[in-house]
């Protein structure tokens, strides 16, 4: 698949300057061939990468590693998410250790990648990155009554089925139309997934979970049935971790 003529600010902040360097490549590399423009800053230290982040720098995918020097990836991913309030940055954290996971999945990280790092691993999260992106600004549209009405799927925490109508919860406001989820869920991008015959949930406002309910953004707890708990644990784990 090609994207032609995207356009990436990635960052590299590993204290390996060797792993580096490799990375730069492998990403010029693959840009190459999805025919993108990326442009590619890399650091050594935390502290560096956070001064360059605190003066409203744009990077829109960070290879962060975990195990730095002072202020380790996972702490400086907090810092990004918290402090900065920054939730577009798509963070892969990269380790040789695989036992972060709930560490990891609190700073909504986009993926957990395991040293050494493959071109094929890379070419994978870019991939799916750019996919994201697609959908970013795909517009959900319903009806009530005679009129049509549309809202960003990005700005949907989750749908809800009640009886014959779906209940649809935003950031802001609830909307409620007469329909079917399994329609709903038919039509939406990548980042919606079903955890119940009656929740179709976004992904990426999912803070927390167990084997038996999800916590949203806006702390609704939502129960995950038995019927989608494998999945919903293989779409929401890294690399084969599970999150109790």
């Not at 962060?64 to 202020?71: A, F, G, K, P, V």
């Not at 009640?162 to 989820?181: A, C, E, Q």
Request: hydrophobic content about 40%; some cysteine; glycine content about 2%.
């Amino acid at each position: 698949m090609v994207f032609k003529n995207k356009f990436l600010n990635i960052a590299v902040c590993d204290d390996d300057k060797i792993l580096c360097s490799e990375i730069e490549t492998m990403l010029n590399q693959i840009a190459e061939q999805l025919n993108i423009h990326v442009d590619i800053s890399v650091w050594f230290s935390e502290e560096t990468l956070q001064d360059y982040l605190n003066k409203g720098n744009r990077v829109d995918v960070l290879f962060l590693d975990i195990e730095l020097m002072r202020l380790s990836g996972i702490d400086l991913g907090y810092y990004i998410r918290k402090a900065l309030n920054n939730i577009n940055i798509q963070i892969v954290y990269i380790s040789f250790k695989t036992s972060y996971a709930m560490k990891l999945f609190k700073t909504q990280p986009y993926d957990f990648l395991v040293k050494p790092i493959h071109e094929s691993d890379l070419m994978q999260v870019i991939q799916g990155i750019l996919k994201v992106a697609e959908t970013k600004n795909q517009i959900f549209n319903y009806q009530n009554g005679r009129e049509i009405y549309s809202i960003e799927y990005d700005a949907i925490l989750y749908f809800k089925s009640d009886r014959h109508k779906v209940l649809t919860v935003t950031k802001d406001k609830n909307i409620v139309f007469y329909g079917k989820l399994n329609d709903v869920a038919n039509e939406a991008p990548p980042p919606f997934l079903l955890i119940h015959k009656s929740y179709l949930i976004n992904r990426d406002y999912v803070i927390r979970y167990t084997f038996e309910f999800i916590e949203m953004k806006n702390h609704d707890l939502l129960p995950i049935s038995k019927a989608y708990q494998k999945e919903v644990r293989d779409k929401l784990c890294y690399r084969g971790e599970v999150i109790e």
